[in-house]
């Protein structure tokens, strides 16, 4: 599984904003789909391309921390501009070690056109190693069955 593609695994439902959205409308976009993130997106004939994330802790962090009016704030005035991405074809291990070396817990994953193709989030990725730290503790019980069969 690991030399998969990172595109084969990513959730390709990726809940997204524009730069000039509103924080209130941000924030209630990801209520509505229980989402801690939005990937913030330019769109271009149809095209998203990512140049942001903004988490409800930028929220937290940069609007109600502040005692601000978020009437004031859009997306693109909160959010984290060094975005982090992964192209598709990259393998579930080389985007561990790009979120890790980077520090990040969520990760856009884009295409050769640097168009947004999905997100993949630590979380994501601890169940899918938990599925193959599964299959492997499976191993001995395997082993065992195969012998007793072989030498019955």
């Not at 295409?111 to 999905?118: A, C, M, S, T």
Request: charged share 25%; glycine share 6%; net charge negative.
């Amino acid at each position: 599984m690991f030399l998969g593609s990172i595109g084969e695994y990513c959730n390709r439902e990726v809940v997204f904003a524009t730069r000039n959205m509103g924080v209130l409308e941000a924030a209630q976009l990801m209520r509505q789909h229980h989402v801690g993130d939005l990937v913030v997106v330019d769109e271009t004939n149809g095209k998203r391309i990512p140049v942001g994330i903004v988490t409800d802790r930028d929220m937290v962090i940069e609007i109600i921390a502040k005692s601000v009016d978020l009437n004031n704030f859009c997306v693109g005035d909160i959010m984290s501009s060094q975005l982090v991405s992964v192209q598709s074809n990259e393998t579930v291990l080389d985007t561990i070690h790009i979120m890790c070396a980077k520090g990040v817990r969520r990760i856009p994953v884009i295409n050769v056109k640097d168009e947004l193709e999905g997100i993949m989030t630590a979380d994501d990725l601890i169940g899918i190693l938990a599925e193959e730290m599964s299959e492997l503790a499976r191993i001995p019980q395997s082993e065992k069955k195969k012998e007793a069969q072989l030498r019955t």
